[in-house]
């Protein structure tokens, strides 16, 4: 009798500790906790801190941290029938007051990624993808941003009532079909090719310039030591003419002072004191007189 008397002692004990124990729960920072009583999901959420709780209740923590899922190698079609390849990254949050709908009509935080956010990226993406006329488009920053905005407003168009939160929407490694990235290269190896032959034509130009205007100015010196040569020769042309022009003006003036009397004393004044010792007359045939000599 005693120990049915014990034993159901230390039974009422086990129950008020096990009621004890699940009277009270503890919310985290960052998150709140939806209630269900016998999988009937509770009317209001327990925000972070400390509850006293009916000990029969279940709890169900949701992280209304922003979250942050990346869907790796989506395949985007574009106009051109081509796939691009590309990491698509969505931010996201819960929020508070709609994660009692968010468990009684979705699951929990996993269940909201796969059942609504993952088709709807996906879906987004491929509606997106037929306002791109050509695959290599993808790269071009007015693309990218168009792309980003549609995303944006068609998720959180989308999401809204349901409880989420979207923040932003990133692109990320985007990669164009192997036949474009061949293409794209051999454009950019002729583009490189042509520069290289631009620059090449170029130092060309310039040396031919630069030959052209040596030989200006070899034609232009050559041009000016012929002037040079010219000036001189004038000049000496010019220096001789002058002295025979002065010379013969001499000649004139010395041909008018030249008179009988000047002759004749010029004779004079060279004679050396002789006669001459042989003298043929003019009108006496084969005369010839001998003179005497001088005295000395």
Known sequence: MNNLKYAGSAGIALLVLIVAFNSYTTVPAGHNKVATMFGKVQDEAYAEG??????????????????????????????????????????????????????????????????????????????????????????????????????????????????VTVTAVLFRDITLPQVVTSAVIQTKERQEQLEREKAQLKIVEQQAQQQVKQAEAREMAAVADANAKKTMADAQAYTIAKEAEAQAKANQLLAKSLSPALIRYNAVDKWNGRYPQTLMGGKMDGVILNLPGSKK
């Open 50 to 163: 400390f509850h006293m709780v009916n000990p029969l209740l279940n709890f169900v923590s949701f992280d209304l941290r922003q979250q942050t899922y990346t869907w790796e190698k989506v395949q985007v079609p574009s106009q051109d029938k081509l796939k691009t390849s590309m990491d698509i990254s969505v931010a996201f949050r819960l929020d508070p007051a709609a994660t009692t709908d968010i468990l009684q009509n979705t699951g929990v935080l996993k269940d909201v990624v796969t059942k609504h956010i993952t088709p709807k990226v996906r879906s987004l993406l491929r509606e997106a993808g037929k306002t791109v006329k050509q695959s290599q488009d993808f790269f071009l920053d007015s693309v990218q941003q168009d792309l980003q905005s549609y995303m944006e407003d068609g998720l959180i168009e989308y999401l809204q009532n349901r409880g």
